[in-house]
């Protein structure tokens, strides 16, 4: 199962088949009823006009939650009721916990950490995530008994199906679907919403980049071939060009991931420099993206660095906000797909402004790199769209 392993690449060709781009065209509904879900909630958190610099992230990362868990697991985990409450509230917390071991080595050990409080906690946060886990398993093991899977309109059943339907198929067990969800799950609740929040905060200082950007979503919301029955279609949000050039532009400024990787052979950096096996070495995309030999006034907020004709002109792995080569981020499209809807849906509602400046956020790593204090915005409701 290491990475390079053909175990490792044979599990990332299966898992890799929910993100391909004519399956995640299917779930564009739920993207959107998520979405709407988010608005209905932003308005009440920002109708009263006097309201001003509030927190938009924790409203992001239940929208992202949502999108994700349904497309990943084929159920609303979001309206299981109690349920879905205690799977998104529990996976925060679990992630939390895992953060702070790697900081205190001595948990390392395993009698220790067995012992320790932080064992039992993560240990009954991980049986409640097990429980709503187990219950779309046994849903899908019942559609299976029922004669559910195969052909469909001659469509090919890999592209229909879920990540959770397709391990099924293929045998996994139900500990290692499990530890796979929540693992997916995880890094989208750690990383889309955060991503997001700080392209709607280059957005806000922005406002020449925010209103062509909302031109062309309101170019496509009008549109009455692209927006049918309250959605957005597919097509459509890949035609969001612009809006994807800010978002690019946005993770080069503010990447949150960190690499961390122990060699498996020695890694000649140049004639000088010979890294040896086995030493963990980290790449930080933050240094990287604002390298002034790959990145003109590395500060500067300028979506046209995406253009095709200047992106060719770049060395392929001087971008780099989630990971590259073999081991890049499986979800990576997902992620922008996500991104993308739920921006375009802020954008098209509210005018969006910011109290805070560039230079007075502060960073912090907790898993990823993220503000120490969740960025304030104030959003104000368009009268006419």
């Known amino acids: 199962m290491w990475p390079g392993g053909e175990k490792w ?14 399956a995640l065209q299917r779930h564009n509904p739920c993207w959107h009823k998520q979405c709407e879900r988010m608005l209905v909630e932003t308005e009440e958190r920002f109708q009263d006009s006097d ?27 979001t309206q299981e009721g109690e349920d879905g409450a205690l799977f998104c509230e529990s996976l925060g917390d679990f992630n939390k916990i895992l953060f702070n071991r790697i900081f205190r080595p001595w948990l390392f050990v395993d009698w220790i950490w067995r012992l320790s ?39 090919d059943v890999e592209l229909r199906n879920t990540m959770i339907e397709i391990m099924i198929r293929n045998g996994v067990g139900e500990k290692a679907i499990f ?16 991503s997001t929040e700080f392209t709607i905060f280059m957005l ?29 279609e597919f097509e459509a949000l890949k035609e969001l060009k612009y809006l994807e050039r800010c978002i690019l532009e946005s993770l080069r400024i503010h990447p949150i991931t960190i690499i961390l990787k122990r060699l498996e052979a020695p890694l000649k950096v140049d004639e000088d420099l010979t890294i040896p096996k086995d030493v963990s070495v980290i790449v930080a995309p933050y240094v990287l993206h604002h390298l002034p ?8 907020f300028d979506p046209d660095r995406f253009l095709l004709e200047n992106i060719r002109e770049r060395h392929p792995y001087a971008y780099i906000p989630l990971s590259g080569g073999p081991r890049n981020c ?30 007075d956020i502060k960073l912090v790593v907790e898993g990823v790199i993220k503000p120490a204090s969740s960025i304030k915005f104030n959003l104000v409701k368009r009268q006419t769209m």
């Open 204 to 232: 806000a200082l922005h406002q020449e980049h925010q209103e062509l950007c909302r031109q062309e979503i309101d170019r496509a919301y009008e549109d009455p071939t692209k927006f049918k029955n309250g959605i957005l």
């Open 293 to 300: 030999q790959y990145y003109h006034n590395p500060e500067k």
């Open 9 to 22: 690449k044979l599990r990332r060709k299966m898992l890799s088949r929910p993100f391909m781009t004519k």
């Open 51 to 77: 309201k001003k610099d509030c927190i938009l992230v924790d409203i992001l990362r239940k929208c992202t939650f949502g999108m994700s868990s349904e497309t990943l697991m084929g159920v609303d985990v």
């Open 117 to 155: 409080s932080e064992y039992r906690k993560m240990r009954a946060l991980g049986e409640r995530m097990q429980k709503v886990t187990y219950k779309v398993i046994q849903k899908y093991r019942e559609i299976q008994q029922d004669g559910g899977n195969g052909m469909e309109n001659g469509e």
């Open 179 to 194: 530890d796979e969800v929540t693992t997916m799950l995880g890094v989208a609740n750690d990383t889309t919403p955060l």
């Open 330 to 359: 499986i979800g990576m499209k997902f992620a922008l797909i996500e991104m993308k809807v739920m921006v375009a849906t802020i954008l098209r509602n509210f005018e969006v402004s910011t109290a805070d400046r560039k230079e």
